[in-house]
């Protein structure tokens, strides 16, 4: 009899579906192989995801976990089935559970929280399962203390109602679908990056730098707080009916103190005293002059703040000596480990104090930024490229049910868009030969808010148009204006132009932006000085270029962004988990 090692075709099938079938089989012992490790229960994935949807593993006793999506109870109350769902997957387990177990009214409403030992079975012939579970233990219930004020009622509730309950609404299809494609996107970045040689760097993010020079920064400083507490005090010593004297007053008083002190110390010496004599009034004089030091700065606080001579607020006396702000970008402090160690990369949360309520903007977002020594624009692109392919790709292999449920739910074409993306040639145009494009669809009909012409800064139409009416595939467009670019963006010989790119997609239009960073020395200190950003806290920055300057290039990708891209979401505050926008910081 011939092996299935030997054997092909149908001999060959059946083995490694009887392999990926033990891998799923349970131990005589009535715990699941795939069992979480850290909490002894099998995830509801373990099971509707196993190649037959579970069936092979029916008569096998588990321990399921999660919350009650819908429950209700049949045979006039002698039994309920819950729809129980754990986030590892879209799919909820049916639950049996006969009164005899459990009092039902405490764990049919939405929302409670169970956990169940029982026995997986078939359900009745025509039901949608392929397997259920009939509860013999209720081991924990989390009751709904009050299900007429539970926020996520049965019925479909609107995304912005949900963003009045962050804290609950990763309870719902959207959210915990969202939330899983969010970690696979974010895994699949790491493994990228990580089979491509590059290293993982944690940007800063507290900076003196403002990487966009677009100013639009939030500051961190301790001055208001110190400010507040100078407020306090005052205000206690007035309560306490002291009279207070003026800070001018505490000054003078203080440099006639350092005068009658110092006067002393000049006697003492006079007289030849003994060194520890001398010394303890110069310690005296020196703490005196400290004083008047500190009255000095509380003599020039308006409204509690320090300021300087000229009246401006006087960041010296901040906690880190200098203005600090929130980054906006870890692209300039990547630059530096690249300078170094070749290719990296970062990945964490950047800020904009933009005042904008539009459903692409957001205080709060996360970046993803690569930087690749010895490498020009063309590399630069064709790393994006390859990178927006790989992202999508990767979904379609590891998140499909996910990715499915986004289709159904809110855009039918969500799948189709990543299958594209995976597998086409994006296609590449310098912004020139874009604009002169979008001239001629304008000159044939097409309306435009913005009117195209060259110096302009594409605006979302236009990169829509271009993706998904002109070429019907992401689009590269490359070599900008360097009036609307950044500072650190490599100039062309042009004298015009820099060597910039950005990534357009249809539905959210730009995705990634980057470029050739300037590496020369005098062109970048030039390019400072036409956008009238001060030198001094750019001055590590020029070092790259002082001491080994290399070419190098570099992108960033918005985080959520991609999210909206991949899932045809409309708004950007129901793709990360606390949104941050104005006047809204909630948690």
Known sequence: MATAEATPGIAGDLAAKTEAMAALSLRDGGRSDLEAKYSKRVLVKTILKAPDGGVSLVGKTVTVGGWVKTGREQGKGSFAFLEVNDGSCPANLQVLVDASVHPLQELTPTGTSVLVEGVLSLPPEGTKQKVELKTRKVLHVGTVMDPSKYPLAKTKLSLEHLRSFVHLRPRTNTISAVARIRNALAFASHTFFNQHGFLYVHAPILTTSDCEGAGEMFQATTLLSEAERFHMSMTAASNGNEVMPSAQERLEAARAAVEAEGEKVRQLKAE?????????????LNKMKELVAEFEVESRRVGGLPRTESGKIDYTSDFFGRQAYLTVSGQLHAETYACSLSNVYTFGPTFRAENSHTTRHLAEFWMIEPEMAFADLEDDMNCAEDYAKFLCQWLLDHCLDDMELMAKLYDKAAVDRLRMVATTPFERITYTDAIEVLKKVQAEGRKFENNVEWGIDLASEHERCLTEEIFKKPVIVYNYPKDIKAFYMRVNEDGKTVAAMDVLAPKVGELMGGSQREERYD??????????????????YLDLRKYGTVKHSGFGLGFERMILFVTGMENIRDVIPFPRFPRHADL
């Open 272 to 284: 030849k005293k003994d060194k520890k004599t001398i010394a303890a009034a110069v310690e005296v």
């Open 523 to 540: 062109v970048l200190v030039k390019r400072l000085h036409e956008m009238n950003l001060p030198i001094e806290p750019y001055q590590w």
